[in-house]
Each structure stands twice: as structure tokens, then as C-alpha cells.
């Protein structure tokens, strides 16, 4: 790694135009994510939050702009390099988007077998490893279909963890989830970045998770088509003067 790309923040957008079917949705998007930073996207149903994300992550390709990695384009049209950079990061899926015909650990251990020459029982002992590191001990062998909703997306974040990613990526992670078992997974997302010092990116509109883990926070609004506040969320819900700002981030007692 050169002097440029160790002192590069973890993520760098600079332009991004995301659509689909000749429609843009966002346009000349530009923010920063640091290293070792807890970063929400946030904003109302429709802005544009989930699909900045597959614009970020290549699941779509971008209309236009850039976005870096550690000072490294994706790579799109480099299957290789596109390859070695998909290395870096792990994803959690709204539904966990676990494999329903294989146990949790063989969910966990697919990254493992699609991207290592780890041998089977090195990757059995990652996974349960990795499923241990999220609460998940005793439950190796349960199909999907026989856990809870909140342990499908621990579940979920361990195959996410599996390759000892330098950024995980969360879309609405807290969606479907009870206040309680929502607040767990905030703190285990804390202990994550605590322990690894592994940069998050969280897709979101859940206040109490908004306040209590963020560090910062970018919103998107529908109708501008791009990011109208950025910076800590308590104080944009604060000090910001825009009313939409706001009157998303004080439409509880969330800050009292």
C-alpha cells in the first residue's frame, strides 16, 4: 500500500449519479466515510438510501462519478481487481438473505469457500467462530426457517464477517426487528467497530439507532435528488435550520 492509499479515507464519493432504466435518482452525490467510522445514510421512504448503497457497492453501475475504496476505484470493468476489492467488504441484507437449504454455518462459510483455499474444516471452524462473535453459539447446525428473525440477521452479519472485511455495509438492518432485539444488534455493531476497528455503513431511518451509534450521518431527500444535511446527527436535529432536516431527526423525543 502506497503513502497516498494509507492516509485515504475508507470511503471517498465524488459525483455519484445513481438510476435505473434512464431515471436518475440521485445526482452529483459527494460525501467521505473515515476509517473506523460508524456512517448512516439516512432519510424518508423513496430518497434514495438503499440505492446509493448498490451504486456504492457495484450491485448497480453508476450513471456517473466515482467512488473509492481505500483510494481505490471498484474496478467494475476489471474482473480481477473488482474481485480483490469485494474482499474488503461484507454486506447485511434487510432480510439477512440467508440461503434457506443450508444450515447457518454453511451460510457463514460460503464467502469462505468462494474466495479462500481454506480447507473444509478451516472453514468450519471460522464459521463458528464468526457465529460465536454474534451470539450465535449452539445454533451451527439450525436450518433459517427454525431461528428468529433477529438471529437470521446475526446470522447474516457473520457470513457479512467471515472474510475479515474492512467495511460492512447494513441495509435497514433494524427492519422487522422489536426495539429490543434492535438494540442489541446496535451494540453488537458497536462492539464490531470497537473490537476490529472495522468502518460501518448503515442504510437507515430508525431513530434510536440513528442517535445511539452514528458518528455521522448523511440525508437524502427525494426531491432534491442528493444529500440536503450532512455531519453528527444530534447536532443537525439541533441546529439545523432546514425544517426538513429537522423535522425527520425531531419527530420523537429521541434527544431528551
Given amino acids: 500500500m502506497n503513502a497516498a492509499t494509507s492516509t485515504a479515507p475508507a470511503i471517498e464519493v465524488v459525483d455519484l449519479i445513481c438510476g435505473y432504466d434512464g431515471e436518475a435518482i440521485l445526482e452529483n452525490v459527494s460525501f467521505t466515510v473515515r476509517r473506523g467510522e460508524i456512517f448512516f445514510i439516512i432519510g424518508g421512504s423513496g430518497c434514495g438510501k438503499s440505492t446509493?448503497?448498490?451504486?456504492?457497492?457495484?450491485?448497480?453501475?453508476?450513471?456517473?462519478?466515482?467512488?473509492?475504496?481505500?483510494?481505490?476505484?471498484?474496478?467494475?470493468?476489471?474482473?480481477?481487481?473488482?474481485?480483490?476489492?469485494?474482499?474488503?467488504?461484507?454486506?447485511?441484507?434487510?432480510?439477512?438473505?440467508?440461503?434457506?437449504?443450508?444450515?447457518?454455518?454453511?451460510?457463514?462459510?460460503?464467502?469462505?469457500?468462494?474466495?479462500?483455499?481454506?480447507?473444509k474444516r478451516e472453514i468450519n471452524e471460522i464459521a463458528t467462530l464468526k457465529l460465536a462473535q454474534v451470539g450465535l453459539t449452539g445454533f451451527e447446525d439450525h436450518y433459517p426457517a427454525e431461528i428468529s428473525g433477529g438471529m437470521k440477521k446475526r446470522a447474516g452479519l457473520a457470513r457479512a464477517l467471515a472474510l475479515d472485511p474492512e467495511i460492512v455495509f447494513f441495509d435497514?438492518?433494524?427492519?422487522?426487528?422489536?426495539?429490543?432485539?434492535?438494540?442489541?444488534?446496535?451494540?453488537?455493531?458497536?462492539?464490531?467497530?470497537?473490537?476490529?476497528?472495522?468502518t460501518i455503513v448503515?442504510?437507515?431511518?430508525?431513530?434510536?439507532?440513528?442517535?445511539?451509534?452514528?458518528?455521522?450521518?448523511?440525508?437524502?431527500?427525494?426531491?432534491?435528488?442528493?444529500i440536503i444535511a450532512e455531519g453528527p446527527p444530534r447536532e443537525l436535529a439541533l441546529n439545523s435550520r432546514d425544517p426538513r432536516v429537522s423535522e425527520f431527526l425531531r419527530r420523537t423525543d429521541t434527544l431528551t
Fill in 52 to 119: 446509493l448503497l448498490r451504486h456504492m457497492v457495484g450491485l448497480n453501475p453508476p450513471r456517473g462519478g466515482t467512488v473509492k475504496f481505500f483510494g481505490h476505484e471498484l474496478g467494475l470493468n476489471d474482473v480481477a481487481a473488482r474481485r480483490e476489492r469485494l474482499r474488503t467488504f461484507g454486506m447485511l441484507f434487510q432480510s439477512g438473505a440467508l440461503w434457506s437449504s443450508l444450515t447457518v454455518r454453511q451460510n457463514v462459510a460460503l464467502p469462505l469457500e468462494e474466495y479462500t483455499s481454506l480447507s
Fill in 172 to 198: 435497514e438492518p433494524s427492519a422487522g426487528l422489536d426495539p429490543v432485539t434492535s438494540r442489541k444488534l446496535d451494540e453488537l455493531v458497536l462492539q464490531i467497530r470497537e473490537t476490529f476497528g472495522t
Fill in 202 to 226: 448503515v442504510v437507515s431511518h430508525e431513530l434510536a439507532s440513528i442517535f445511539s451509534i452514528a458518528d455521522r450521518v448523511i440525508m437524502l431527500e427525494r426531491a432534491a435528488k442528493g
